[in-house]
């Protein structure tokens, strides 16, 4: 038989959480992004929040970012925009003048959710289309790329402790403690491979 007592306790649980879960936050800065070809721009980006549990924890209840999210810039005088769900660390700029977005394949289970076979380095390059919205990607990332340190923030913080402009060394500074345990995360590693590949085909 159930405690009396255990039910008062739950329905009282939820109905504290269910006013948080509604309150999404759509958080958004700015970013100076260094390119390849020796131009800075500033780049856009935006990222929503919502209540969620812990990993491993569910009932450690937190904001915490969801995916996709948008990177808006302009460059060439063209303006360009994604939305998408890949954890996207470089910015570049293609010897064909395309940018480029470039992110650890394996981040986010992006790989896993998009059908990308293991390669190395196990990255994976979005190009855009003419219309600079709708982006696709290569069986791998092309050699250029090698070597090309991030540029693009990866961090995420408390929606209230997020900035509204980054230059690029503070972009440093908050990516430094991950990119120092994950050095793929600092630049484009062509050794990099996915932790997963090894029991894959």
Same mark, same amino acid.
């Given at each position: 038989?159930?405690?009396?007592?255990?039910?008062?306790?739950?329905?009282?649980?939820?109905?504290?959480?269910?006013?948080?879960?509604?309150?999404?936050?759509?958080?958004?800065?700015?970013?100076?992004?260094?390119?390849?070809?020796?131009?800075?721009?500033?780049?856009?980006?935006?990222?929503? %929040?919502?209540?969620? #549990?812990? !990993?491993?924890?569910?009932?450690?209840? !937190? %904001?915490? /970012?969801?995916?996709?999210?948008?990177?808006?810039?302009?460059?060439?005088?063209?303006?360009?925009?994604?939305? #998408?769900?890949?954890?996207?660390?470089?910015?570049?700029?293609?010897?064909?003048?395309?940018?480029?977005?470039?992110?650890?394949? !394996?981040?986010?289970?992006?790989?896993?959710?998009?059908?990308?076979?293991?390669?190395? /380095?196990?990255?994976?390059?979005?190009?855009?289309?003419?219309? #600079?919205?709708?982006?696709?990607?290569?069986?791998?990332?092309?050699?250029?790329?090698?070597?090309?340190?991030?540029?693009?923030?990866?961090?995420?913080?408390?929606?209230?402790?997020?900035?509204?402009? %980054?230059?690029?060394?503070?972009?440093?500074?908050?990516?430094? /403690?991950?990119?120092?345990?994950?050095?793929?995360?600092?630049?484009?590693?062509?050794?990099?491979?996915?932790?997963?590949?090894?029991?894959?085909?």
């Amino acid at each position: 038989m159930r405690s009396a007592a255990r039910i008062p306790i739950k329905l009282l649980s939820i109905t504290l959480m269910l006013p948080l879960v509604a309150c999404d936050k759509a958080v958004r800065w700015q970013e100076e992004v260094p390119l390849n070809t020796g131009e800075t721009i500033w780049v856009n980006r935006t990222v929503n %929040y919502s209540i969620q #549990g812990g !990993a491993g924890n569910p009932l450690d209840m !937190a %904001y915490r /970012p969801n995916w996709p999210e948008i990177i808006d810039f302009t460059w060439n005088g063209k303006v360009y925009r994604y939305e #998408g769900d890949a954890r996207v660390m470089v910015l570049a700029i293609s010897p064909l003048k395309t940018p480029v977005l470039v992110a650890r394949a !394996a981040d986010g289970r992006w790989d896993a959710k998009h059908g990308f076979k293991c390669v190395t /380095p196990f990255y994976v390059q979005l190009t855009p289309d003419s219309t #600079g919205r709708h982006w696709t990607w290569p069986p791998s990332i092309e050699p250029w790329l090698y070597n090309l340190p991030a540029n693009l923030m990866l961090e995420r913080k408390q929606p209230e402790e997020m900035a509204t402009r %980054y230059t690029a060394a503070q972009r440093s500074d908050e990516d430094r /403690p991950g990119a120092v345990q994950s050095p793929s995360k600092q630049r484009i590693d062509p050794t990099h491979t996915g932790d997963h590949c090894g029991n894959r085909s």
